[in-house]
């Protein structure tokens, strides 16, 4: 089992995109992005939301990779 420590807007990005994927599931059909708004407002819960880039590098961490902005920071 892999524990990590993600922040407060990093945990706000992947609750988003849990909600977005059950949202597209229950769907039964390809995403509606009249929608988007409510997966802007859960990621940006705590403040602004994560960037591209940012995004990225979450999805890196959450893979077990060092974070790529941490490493060159």
Sequence with gaps: ???????????????????????YRMQGHPFDPRQDHLID?????????????????LCAGLNGNEHALAVNA
């Design 1 to 23: 089992m892999q524990n990590f420590t993600v922040t407060a807007r990093e945990r706000d990005t992947v609750l988003a995109a849990l909600r977005y994927y059950q949202f």
């Design 41 to 57: 407002a859960i990621a940006s819960h705590t403040g602004e939301a994560l960037d591209l880039a940012e995004v990225d590098d």
